[in-house]
């Protein structure tokens, strides 16, 4: 079974920056596609940012130019980090992982990011 653990959430105010990890259980490039996806109450999840085994990414609109997704193969774990954090980033963070089908097949736990305004 496969497991994603994320790390580096929290608390910050408007302005700041975190990064988030994910690390995985089993190769990343094993996977067709990793990403990132943001859920607050009474939502869907959506998704912020994601990165194909080729290495294609893709941004949720409203984070383009502040989040970047990468991968640290060494470490066996995908990056996000958030710039110029707003209050309307706030959420939990969920990594995903997939590798047949056409959506996520793996997520992690969820973690919490609150931005203050």
């Known amino acids: 079974q496969v497991q994603l653990v994320e790390s580096g959430g929290g608390l910050v105010q408007t302005g700041d920056s975190l990064r988030l990890s994910c690390a995985a259980s089993?190769?990343?490039?094993?996977?067709?596609?990793m990403g990132w996806y943001r859920q607050t109450p009474g939502k869907q999840r959506e998704l912020v940012a994601s990165i194909t085994r080729g290495g294609i990414i893709n941004y949720k609109d409203s984070v383009k130019g502040r989040f970047t997704i990468s991968r640290d193969i060494t470490q066996n774990t995908v990056l996000l980090q958030m710039n110029s954090l707003k209050p309307e980033d706030t959420g939990v963070y969920y990594c995903?992982?997939?590798?047949?089908?056409?959506?996520?097949?793996?997520w992690g736990q969820g973690i919490q990011v609150t931005v203050s305004s």
């Open positions: 995903s992982a997939t590798s047949l089908g056409s959506g996520p097949e793996y």
């Open positions: 089993a190769r990343i490039f094993s996977f067709n596609a």
